[in-house]
């Protein structure tokens, strides 16, 4: 059979990254002749197949012409005698358009090792246009090739543009922004993907919470990087740094949504952004269909993070409120995470970024004092009903008070 190895495999294998997926082009076969080669057919749309050992993914060498409007329509020809090039030439990027055959040799036709040589993310063909998923996705593989020093070709920048001017990325379906958005975000620059959306006008079509944020000022002396949009930035990267964890990445990127509705006369405080910026953090996430654990993380990213910021001058009765708010008690690895989070948005600032944060280890020691108080107890020296609560709130404060008397920080 004539297999050639295509796509992000080839591309990896020439960046020298690990390969994840393999992914296979068949070129001269019908998918009967696959069938009666003892190929499982696994795609609908398309002839996509699993090889009977290996089930790496087989498909069918394939021209494709959009013929009605976003994702609905695609004319598909797989008949045998479509060409590997042909196949290739239907392909988002350059870099992603090379073919290596049976005796390690590369296929070529577009110039994807140059390009990968001049670290260029460039589009194949006009056909690029096509796809709208493709702007996505050229923002997503600039977040993960930024460490080696890719940029996207001006021609390619302007054509992402055109796209979205032309209101193609409002045939996109939430699952499929959130599919490249989620994985974005798990990239080692994801702010890239959010600079590279803003820059050709598609943060503002599927993120205009996000989009807002530029041009709004932060005072300067806890900014000094002033802008709002920048420092959200400055966060991702941050957090980025401090942990893979998704919902930590996602409740960055929103945790200042509030500030996007701030009075303009108010500028450049944002007193209650807290508050305010649930609701534009339950929007985008509702609009993405955002998974819960990244949705309640973010709203509490928002509601909390001054309180978290200012832990070392709390009371203790507002500490245990904090706790009590965020059902530490019963979510231990959530709050870890709303501390993370708020570290990250500490350090997310210019010339911050290498500050000492002792609020998030006090809080976290405080509130392991907390949980060292027993209900068993409260219950054994004859608490009934809501007493029980309250006793347990009393003890748990006290509790806090007597760790942050003998606080002595570092
Ligand atoms: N492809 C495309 N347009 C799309 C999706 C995919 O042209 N909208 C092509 C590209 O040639 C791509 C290949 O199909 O390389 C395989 O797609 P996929 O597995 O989604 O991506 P990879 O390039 O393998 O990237 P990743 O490493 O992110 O999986």
């Not at 709208?132 to 020093?149: C, D, E, I, N, T």
């Not at 959010?194 to 943060?203: D, I, K, N, P, Y």
Request: net charge negative; proline share 5%; with cysteine.
């Amino acid at each position: 059979m004539n297999c050639f190895l295509v796509g992000g495999a080839v591309r990896d294998k020439l960046l020298d990254r690990k390969v994840s997926d393999r992914d296979w082009v068949v070129v001269g076969e019908t998918v009967d002749s696959m069938l009666a080669a003892g190929y499982e057919q696994v795609g609908s749309d398309f002839p996509v197949f699993l090889h009977p050992k290996t089930k790496e993914e087989y498909a069918l060498a394939r021209t494709e012409r959009k013929s009605g409007k976003g994702y609905t329509g695609f004319e598909v020809n797989s008949e045998s005698s479509v060409t590997l090039e042909e196949d290739l030439k239907r392909r988002d990027l350059t870099i992603n358009a090379m073919a290596l055959d049976k005796n390690q040799q590369l296929i070529d036709p577009f110039n994807g090792q140059n390009d990968l040589h001049n670290r260029l993310l460039r589009h194949v063909s006009p056909a690029f246009v096509e796809d709208p998923l493709r702007v996505l996705r050229v923002a997503r593989f600039a977040a993960r090739y930024h460490q080696y020093g890719f940029e996207i070709a001006p021609e390619t920048a302007s054509l992402m543009k055109q796209m979205v001017d032309q209101g193609e990325l409002d045939h996109l379906v939430p699952e499929r922004v959130w599919k490249e958005t989620s994985r974005a975000l798990l990239e080692k620059d994801p702010d890239i993907f959010f600079e590279v959306l803003r820059a050709c006008g598609a943060l503002k079509v599927w993120f205009p919470e996000l989009d807002v944020l530029w041009g709004i000022p932060n005072p300067v002396q806890w900014h000094p990087e002033v802008d709002t949009g920048i420092h959200t930035m400055m966060v991702i990267q941050q957090a980025a740094k401090l942990s893979d964890n998704l919902a930590i990445r996602y409740a960055a990127l929103v945790h200042d949504l509030g500030k996007g509705l701030t009075d303009p006369a108010q500028w450049p405080s944002h007193r209650e952004h807290e508050e305010l910026g649930v609701a534009p953090i339950r929007a985008l996430s509702e609009r993405l269909k955002v998974p819960n654990e990244c949705k309640e993380l973010a709203i509490m990213t928002s509601e909390y993070h001054t309180h978290i910021h200012r832990a070392l001058e709390l009371r203790p009765a507002t500490i245990l409120k904090v706790l009590n708010h965020c059902d530490a008690w019963r979510k231990p690895e959530r709050f870890n995470n709303l501390l993370t989070t708020c570290i990250a948005d500490a350090k997310g600032r210019t010339g911050l970024e290498n500050r000492d944060y002792p609020q998030a280890e006090f809080i976290w020691n405080a509130y392991q004092a907390a949980m060292k108080v027993e209900v068993k107890s409260i219950i054994e020296a004859g608490a009934t009903g809501k007493n029980i609560k309250l006793r347990l709130d009393e003890k748990r404060i006290n509790a806090i008070r007597e760790f942050k008397q003998a606080y002595q920080p570092d």
